[in-house]
């Protein structure tokens, strides 16, 4: 494979058991066979598009401006909902326009969005169950073969756009919820450091669902094992974890659940 082989990443919500990414990745090796091939996950909650969506986001700055990014969280998949390229200063996202892009696509880095219309670099007969072998994987592959976009289909002005929750701010406590649970348990929330600059860090007390967390930490050895612990991870967003646990399970936390950051210690519901 050349040393400037294109670099196509693929996230999905289609798990591992069937043949879904494997077929995916065929198509657009038939296409473009000098092609690398990148996992983000497959392991998406069905039709999650909020997780796919914070998932990429997370991904991309880790790429070459060049990538790109075929995303799959579809639950729309087959309806009158577009398909769209994406155009960015630092990648190229293909994928359904229900949202998923967006996070990662954010207004300022857009260069142009394409709505993706034109049959010729389709699959024939599209099936209306599955658009990502028959219109995203195709698509893909002849932008990684250096089809131009505009040959696609016409121009957009907008796509669809996520309305994610935005914490809440008192003089004395931060209001926010949890977005995401990852593999191991921890809860990530929409508390970024952005929203945390008028406080001081240490002497800021998290609490979930009413129960005692503890303080911020640094890291997640800050705690003994088994414990719980609160920090800004890899995302640059606060997450309640359990060191060697999983806090999903030992405090029932599912994304929605509100998280508070304050400066008092909370009272006992």
Same mark, same amino acid.
């Given at each position: 494979?050349?040393?400037?082989?294109? %670099?196509? /990443?693929?996230? /999905?919500?289609?798990?591992?058991?069937?043949?879904?990414?494997?077929?995916?990745?065929?198509?657009?090796?038939?296409?473009?066979? +000098?092609?690398?091939?990148?996992?983000?996950?497959?392991?998406? #909650?069905?039709?999650?598009?909020? +997780?796919?969506?914070?998932?990429?986001?997370?991904?991309?700055?880790?790429?070459?401006? !060049? !990538?790109?990014?075929? =995303?799959?969280?579809?639950?729309?998949?087959?309806?009158?909902?577009?398909?769209?390229?994406?155009? !960015?200063?630092?990648?190229?996202? *293909?994928?359904?326009?229900?949202?998923?892009?967006?996070? =990662?696509?954010?207004?300022? &880095? *857009?260069?142009?969005? !394409?709505?993706?219309?034109?049959?010729?670099?389709?699959?024939?007969?599209? &099936? #209306? /169950?599955?658009?990502?072998?028959?219109?995203? =994987? #195709?698509?893909? =592959?002849?932008?990684?073969?250096?089809?131009?976009? $505009?040959?696609?289909?016409?121009?957009?002005?907008?796509?669809?756009?996520?309305?994610?929750?935005?914490?809440?701010? /008192?003089?004395?406590?931060?209001?926010?919820?949890?977005?995401?649970?990852?593999?191991?348990?921890?809860?990530? $929330?929409?508390?970024?450091?952005?929203?945390?600059?008028?406080?001081?860090?240490?002497?800021?007390?998290?609490?979930?669902?009413?129960?005692?967390?503890?303080?911020?930490?640094?890291?997640?050895?800050?705690?003994?094992?088994?414990?719980?612990?609160?920090?800004?991870?890899?995302?640059?967003?606060?997450?309640?974890? %359990?060191?060697?646990?999983? +806090?999903?399970?030992?405090?029932?936390?599912?994304?929605?659940?509100?998280?508070?950051?304050?400066?008092?210690?909370?009272? #006992?519901?």
């Amino acid at each position: 494979m050349p040393d400037n082989a294109p %670099i196509i /990443t693929l996230l /999905t919500d289609f798990g591992s058991q069937d043949a879904f990414v494997g077929i995916m990745k065929g198509v657009m090796l038939s296409i473009t066979p +000098a092609v690398q091939f990148v996992d983000l996950s497959h392991e998406i #909650p069905a039709q999650n598009i909020l +997780a796919g969506a914070l998932i990429l986001r997370s991904a991309v700055r880790f790429f070459p401006p !060049t !990538t790109i990014h075929t =995303a799959v969280v579809d639950p729309g998949v087959g309806s009158d909902r577009k398909g769209i390229v994406v155009e !960015t200063g630092h990648g190229i996202f *293909v994928g359904p326009d229900n949202g998923l892009l967006s996070l =990662a696509a954010p207004a300022a &880095s *857009v260069q142009r969005i !394409t709505h993706v219309t034109n049959a010729a670099y389709f699959l024939d007969c599209p &099936s #209306p /169950t599955f658009q990502g072998r028959d219109i995203f =994987a #195709p698509v893909a =592959a002849h932008l990684a073969q250096g089809v131009e976009p $505009t040959q696609l289909g016409p121009r957009l002005s907008s796509l669809e756009r996520l309305s994610v929750p935005v914490p809440v701010h /008192t003089p004395e406590r931060i209001t926010g919820s949890v977005l995401y649970i990852d593999h191991f348990g921890n809860a990530i $929330t929409n508390i970024t450091p952005a929203d945390l600059h008028l406080f001081s860090t240490q002497q800021l007390w998290v609490s979930i669902n009413a129960q005692r967390i503890g303080r911020l930490a640094t890291t997640y050895a800050a705690v003994a094992e088994g414990e719980a612990v609160a920090v800004i991870n890899s995302w640059q967003q606060v997450e309640i974890a %359990i060191r060697n646990g999983s +806090a999903a399970r030992a405090f029932k936390i599912e994304p929605g659940c509100r998280v508070e950051m304050t400066l008092v210690w909370p009272e #006992p519901s």
